[in-house]
């Protein structure tokens, strides 16, 4: 009886023994996960994240990319921002964000032959271009205020502040004649002739004191020879007093 009394006295003892290492351990575990060493977050500004990287695992830190943007100042691949900030007391095996530069923005010129002039002025500003020379020319082939050229050239690579130029069309060139000979003939006959040439004809000048037919033309302006365009003007004056008796 006093032996079996002994045994359990031994194995109690030694539960107690396994329970109070196992307290302990774990005791030793936490405390040594609460109180282990800190490490300090190194600056990575400007750095490309490979370098980063290794910096970090240097440390017993992790790199973690968390976003991208745009940056003039720096070029593409190298970090532009980080958390937890440089100095930084962490602990081992912490992520360390960062942001990565893509470099200064850079827009392709827009393809703008072909379509209007105002629709590229849109197009350009929308894009954060600017217009630079817009010089108009007559063409047969373009309709009237379409783009026939562009510099620079669609997907050339340029800057937020490029400009590109464009030659528009005034549309097809106004027909050019040589002033012909007018006086002598009649009124309705010169008339219609010019109305054909697309010539405009002032309020005709009546001349009572002519010699002349009454209705034939005694004067022109311009003279015989002289270049006109359709459009332009021209001033007659006829023999005889007007229609209306004036």
Do not use: C
């Not at 990319?65 to 691949?77: I, K, S, V």
């Not at 392709?108 to 105002?118: D, F, H, N």
């Not at 004809?201 to 302006?221: N, W, Y």
């Amino acid at each position: 009886m006093r032996r079996g009394v002994i045994v359990l006295a031994w194995i109690g003892a030694f539960a107690g023994l396994l329970v109070a290492v196992g307290v302990l351990s774990a005791y030793l575990t936490v405390r040594r996960s609460v109180s282990g060493q800190d490490v300090t977050v190194p600056d990575l500004s400007g750095l490309t994240s490979e370098d980063a990287a290794a910096l970090l695992k240097k440390q017993g830190l992790i790199l973690e990319e968390a976003a991208q943007r745009n940056d003039e100042a720096l070029d593409a691949g190298r970090i532009l921002a980080q958390d937890p900030a440089p100095g930084t007391s962490i602990k081992p095996q912490r992520k360390v964000k960062v942001v990565v530069s893509l470099g200064n923005k850079v827009n392709s010129i827009p393809e703008l032959r072909g379509g209007a002039a105002r629709k590229a002025q849109i197009t350009l500003q929308q894009q954060g271009m600017k217009l630079g020379d817009q010089v108009y020319v007559y063409s047969r082939r373009v309709e009237e205020n379409m783009v026939i050229a562009q510099d620079p050239l669609p997907e050339s690579a340029g800057l937020s502040d490029a400009k590109v130029a464009m030659l528009v069309s005034r549309g097809a060139p106004p027909r050019a004649y040589v002033m012909p000979y007018l006086v002598g003939r009649g009124e309705s006959e010169v008339l219609a002739f010019l109305a054909r040439a697309g010539v405009r004809v002032a309020p005709l000048r009546h001349d009572p004191g002519s010699g002349a037919s009454p209705g034939t033309v005694t004067s022109q302006d311009p003279e015989p020879g002289y270049p006109v365009r359709s459009g332009d003007l021209v001033t007659l004056t006829v023999a005889g007093g007007s229609r209306d008796g004036g």
